[in-house]
């Protein structure tokens, strides 16, 4: 018998596969890494700190906080005088606008000539102290400023901002005095305002200049943290300084993440980083799991986790939407394991766990978390036949996560008061989404094409609507069916092979007789149907259950595992009664032993292979004129060593030990079976 671990030839179309998923799963898992220099932590004053020990990476100023900022810029800015520009001439020519007005319309309007000396004089008095604009001057008021500086060609000296006035204040002295008990109505006719506009201009350059040298003295820095210093430990309570030493290294980290230079270097990094892990993972499965690659809906599986759960983290750190332990890590390796194997869940989850390190500042505690609830998912839940068992897992994930939380923060704290509670509460959420894991294995199952043990065991209830009418319609066969399933998980069992799914496979896999039931032996009531065929046309019906049973599935969505079963079960072998007793009638001609063979294929899995030994074994078990131990250990032997021998589990990853374990399995089976019963005496009267 050949191994069936045989050479693969290299294929380009496989390896542009290969290529096309690496690139793919590198480009998605980088593009959603947070960029290098982000704060990705969350803290508050008085609150403590729920990581692990921080220290700082680089020297970096101690920068003060905003309140002793500007109490700082106040006091230096008490003695800033911002600059104003006077302009002579504007006074001048308002002046002379209201004298060349009066001389033609005012006089008109005023009665007497004294309106004309105290209004000029007013005028005159105005452009003295100086008037500006209304915003300028609430700008001053705003600042605080109570003095500004008046430049006057070459010369500049202090003045007062309350003896400054705007055009409104200027309008309204003028108009309201009472010194010679005016009339304000003939001074209001006169429109006076006219001859008011400012005459002191804001010199922003020079004031600014001033401005910025007087802000320059300031330092913002109060202190210095050197590379290698420890900032805060877990637990601590963050105080005051703590808090702007932290606000200190998040604005350094920002400041650093600002130059192109150092944004392409952090790309580079990320990208070698992802790189090298998918490199692995892609190794791991070419040395020790290479079958996957004849499967690509496997590759789509494990690369969907990886990139779902590596773009969720992603999210989630670089939003600060919540916990990055509330993201149920151990759903990954769970479902891995229960379609694909445990090594390959474990290898992925590493894998997973490793790539969502980087986007954390900390994460030695992440990775000795995630790998452990990993591990803890996959020995828990290796196979997953009721709702019962996962709620079981979820809880032993939780209590992993909170008893190896619990032991680093023992190992950290100095005080019992410094232990973290909220982050037990992260691992009850985590927990609780980890059940659904249940739902999920159905969208996965129809996206990808995988068969779950909740499904096997779902399909092999002898309720559902198949299994009623088959025994119904056949009872001989699902009597058949029965034994064969008991028969073959028996076996499974012994040999490390997917009980459940040989059991299932077993229930299904003569379900095309329906069709045609009394054509079968064990349906038939003592009227035989092949008496009135010939002997091709009885092997063609017989062979034809094998296509009317995957029509069957078809019908009823049955999945290809269990589709695999039926049309492997009988392999490339031949209706050995109807072609030895064609032979017989025949025996100078030639046969064609394509009307006897069946359609194929040969078993290509262990659970296929018990399958194909088990049914006929059981079915040739029927026709033994007694059951002894002798009997039975022989019909076994001779029954399997021929098909060994007729080459049908070539392409099966079946050993001869595995045969060999088959054997003693259905001898026991069958006696068990087919033992006798002690005859009751009769009562004697």
Same mark, same amino acid.
């Given at each position: ?11 380009? %179309?496989?390896l542009f596969y290969k290529l096309i ?6 480009? $998605? ?65 308002? /002046? ?22 105290? $209004? ?7 452009? +003295? ?27 500049s000296h202090e003045l007062a901002v ?7 204040? @200027?309008?309204?002295? =003028? ?62 309570? /963050? ?46 499965? #070419? ?42 890590? @151990? ?10 194997? *445990? %090594?390959?869940?474990?290898? @992925?989850?590493? $894998? ?5 390190? /980087? ?5 030695? #505690?992440? $990775? ?14 290796? #196979? ?11 809880? =032993? ?58 499904t096997l065991v779902e399909l092999s ?11 119904? &319609? ?68 017989? &062979? ?48 064609? +032993? ?26 040739? *078990? ?15 032997? %001779? &029954?399997?060593? *021929? ?38 005496? #009769?009562? +004697?009267?």
């Amino acid at each position: 018998m050949k191994s069936f671990q045989t050479e693969r030839k290299f294929s380009y %179309r496989d390896l542009f596969y290969k290529l096309i998923l690496f690139v793919a799963t590198v480009t $998605i898992i980088v593009y959603f890494l947070p960029k290098e220099g982000q704060f990705n932590y969350q803290f508050e004053i008085n609150k403590p700190w729920k990581y692990g020990l921080l220290q700082a990476s680089f020297d970096f100023p101690i920068y003060k906080d905003e309140s002793q900022i500007k109490k700082e810029q106040d006091s230096i800015l008490a003695s800033y005088r911002p600059y104003y520009i006077r302009n002579k001439d504007i006074g001048e020519q308002m /002046i002379h606008k209201f004298q060349n007005d009066y001389n033609v319309s005012l006089r008109k309007i005023l009665p007497s000539v004294s309106y004309y000396y105290y $209004i000029e004089k007013q005028l005159k008095d105005f452009y +003295k102290k100086g008037i500006i604009s209304s915003s300028d001057l609430s700008q001053l008021h705003k600042d605080s400023l109570a003095y500004i500086q008046e430049i006057d060609q070459n010369t500049s000296h202090e003045l007062a901002v309350q003896s400054i006035y705007t055009t409104k204040q @200027a309008y309204e002295s =003028l108009i309201c005095s009472d010194t010679l008990h005016f009339q304000k109505n003939l001074l209001q006719q006169c429109n006076l305002n006219n001859y008011l506009t400012p005459n002191l201009t804001y010199d922003a350059k020079r004031s600014e200049a001033l401005r910025n040298d007087l802000l320059e003295d300031i330092s913002w820095a109060n202190g210095f943290v050197m590379n290698g210093q420890k900032i805060v430990d877990r637990g601590e309570i /963050i105080d005051k300084r703590t808090f702007i030493i932290l606000n200190s290294l998040q604005q350094e980290w920002d400041k650093r993440s600002e130059t192109t230079t150092e944004k392409r270097l952090a790309l580079v990094g990320q990208v070698l980083f992802v790189s090298l892990l998918i490199a692995t993972f892609f190794i791991y499965l #070419e040395l020790f799991r290479s079958d996957y690659y004849k499967n690509r809906r496997s590759w789509y599986l494990l690369f969907s986790l990886i990139i779902f759960f590596s773009v969720i983290s992603s999210i989630t750190v670089e939003h600060l939407l919540t916990s990055v332990y509330v993201i149920p890590f @151990a759903m990954g390796p769970i479902i891995i394991r229960i379609f694909l194997d *445990s %090594r390959t869940a474990f290898m @992925a989850h590493i $894998i997973l766990v490793l790539l969502c390190s /980087i986007s954390l500042r900390t994460p030695h #505690e992440f $990775i000795l978390l995630q790998s452990m609830a990993g591990m803890v998912g996959i020995y828990s839940l290796r #196979e997953l036949s009721q709702r019962s068992q996962l709620l079981r897992s979820a809880l =032993l994930v939780t209590c992993t996560y909170a008893i190896l939380y619990l032991s680093l923060d023992l190992m950290h704290a100095n005080d019992v008061s410094q232990l973290s509670t909220h982050i037990y509460i992260n691992f009850i959420i985590n927990g609780i989404l980890l059940l659904f894991t249940y739902p999920l294995l159905f969208i996965l199952e129809k996206t990808f094409g995988f068969t779950s043990n909740v499904t096997l065991v779902e399909l092999s209830n002898i309720n559902t609507k198949l299994m009623r009418e088959m025994s119904e &319609i056949a009872p001989g066969t699902f009597q058949h069916s029965l034994q064969l399933a008991n028969l073959t998980a028996a076996a499974a069992n012994r040999i490390g092979a997917n009980s459940q799914l040989v059991r299932t496979g077993a229930m299904y896999h003569d379900i095309g007789k329906m069709l045609n039931p009394a054509f079968f032996t064990e349906n038939q009531t003592g009227v035989n149907p092949h008496d009135q065929l010939s002997y091709k046309q009885s092997a063609q019906v017989v &062979i034809n259950h094998i296509t009317d049973g995957l029509r069957l599935a078809d019908k009823y969505d049955l999945p290809q595992v269990i589709k695999d079963f039926i049309r492997t079960h009988h392999g490339a072998g031949v209706t050995k009664y109807f072609y030895i007793s064609y032979q017989n009638e025949h025996p100078d001609e030639e046969v064609d +032993k394509s009307f006897f063979q069946y359609p194929g294929p040969n078993p290509f899995t262990k659970e296929q292979a018990i399958l194909m030994m088990a049914d006929a074994v059981e079915a040739a *078990s029927r026709s033994l004129p007694e059951y002894t131990e002798e009997s039975i250990s022989n019909l076994v032997d %001779r &029954i399997i060593d *021929s098909q060994v021998q007729d080459g049908c589990f070539k392409e099966c990853p079946i050993t001869f030990k595995d045969i060999a374990t088959v054997k003693s399995v259905f001898k026991e089976k069958l006696k068990t079976m087919y033992h006798t019963r002690i005859s009751y005496p #009769e009562l +004697k009267k």
